[in-house]
């Protein structure tokens, strides 16, 4: 009983911290003004934070590396594990961010969006696939022969002698979207991340995502605090059992 009411309470503060968040991301969006993406382009706003929304302009989309998917904006993460003794290592070998570069227009002239930088930007995970290294693999590499391991349309090698041989390959995307909500600050005429948590960047509109927002959140903390509430009642009865 101890067990499921540890499991409760921390299920119950993710819930909590989670709704914090989203309550918090409600109010960012809200208080951040709205403006035309002609103004924003050229730097005629009076606020350090800006949101802008409209049609997305990219003639040369990304292609993500194992999928091959059309998008604005890929995560490439690819993590290897090893046993020493009972204790189970990790290393990430591979790790890429790229974004495309895209525009948001909504009829009043484009301004350039930089998502490098990553942030809020509703990813989707398009593959997610863990591959164990064949037996020979460091012999054949000390030959010469050594043959990547393959995720999709992505060739992983694995460096010589490395201790690894599982590999987990991760790929995330933001896929085209005919519209867009982003939300950072302007630089030099381009809207870029903002804060600790970078660019905002939604296909949903301001006003879905404040909806959507201010809804999550509810849901989390009554969650939150219901599972907390369980936890603490079952955690007190184990006690009193023990």
Same mark, same amino acid.
């Given at each position: #009983?101890?067990?499921?009411?540890?499991?409760l309470? /921390?299920?119950?503060?993710?819930?909590?911290?989670?709704?914090?968040?989203?309550?918090?991301?409600?109010?960012?969006?809200?208080?951040?003004?709205?403006?035309?993406?002609?103004?924003?382009?050229?730097?005629?706003?009076?606020?350090?934070?800006?949101?802008?929304?409209g049609?997305?302009?990219?003639p040369?989309?990304?292609?993500?590396?194992?999928?091959?998917?059309?998008c604005?904006?890929?995560?490439?993460?690819?993590?290897?594990?090893?046993?020493?003794?009972?204790?189970?290592?990790?290393?990430?070998?591979?790790?890429?961010?790229?974004?495309?570069?895209? #525009?948001?227009?909504?009829?009043?002239?484009?301004?350039?969006?930089?998502?490098?930088?990553?942030?809020?930007?509703?990813?989707q995970?398009?593959?997610?696939?863990?591959?164990?290294?064949?037996?020979?693999?460091?012999?054949?590499?000390?030959?010469?022969? *050594?043959?990547?391991?393959?995720?999709?349309?992505?060739?992983?090698?694995?460096?010589? #002698?490395?201790?690894?041989?599982?590999?987990?390959?991760?790929?995330?995307?933001?896929?085209?979207?005919p519209?867009?909500?982003?939300?950072g600050?302007v630089?030099? *005429?381009?809207?870029?991340?903002?804060? #600790?948590?970078?660019?905002?960047?939604?296909?949903?509109?301001?006003?879905?995502?404040?909806?959507?927002?201010?809804?999550?959140?509810?849901?989390?903390?009554? *969650?939150?605090?219901?599972?907390? /509430?369980?936890?603490?009642?079952?955690?007190?009865?184990?006690?009193?059992?023990?």
């Open positions: #009983m101890g067990a499921i009411a540890t499991l309470v /921390g299920s119950g503060i993710v819930a909590l911290i989670v709704g914090g968040y989203l309550k918090y991301k409600g109010g960012k969006i809200a208080k951040t003004p709205l403006v035309p993406t002609g103004d924003a382009a050229r730097g005629a706003v009076g606020a350090d934070k800006i949101s802008v929304e049609l997305v302009q990219c040369q989309p990304l292609v993500s590396p194992v999928t091959g998917t059309p604005l904006y890929y995560q490439l993460e690819v993590v290897g594990t090893w046993k020493e003794g009972d204790a189970k290592k990790s290393h990430t070998y591979v790790q890429e961010k790229h974004a495309a570069p895209f #525009m948001v227009d909504d009829g009043s002239g484009g301004v350039p969006i930089d998502a490098s930088g990553g942030g809020d930007l509703e990813l995970k398009t593959f997610d696939d863990t591959k164990k290294e064949g037996l020979f693999a460091d012999l054949k590499g000390a030959l010469g022969r *050594g043959e990547p391991i393959m995720f999709g349309q992505y060739a992983f090698a694995n460096p010589p #002698m490395s201790k690894a041989n599982t590999f987990q390959c991760t790929e995330k995307i933001v896929p085209m979207t519209r867009a909500f982003a939300l600050k630089e030099q *005429g381009v809207l870029t991340g903002a804060g #600790m948590f970078g660019l905002l960047l939604s296909a949903k509109s301001r006003d879905e995502l404040l909806g959507s927002s201010a809804k999550n959140a509810k849901l989390a903390f009554i *969650g939150g605090a219901a599972a907390s /509430g369980v936890g603490l009642v079952v955690g007190v009865i184990s006690t009193f059992v023990g």
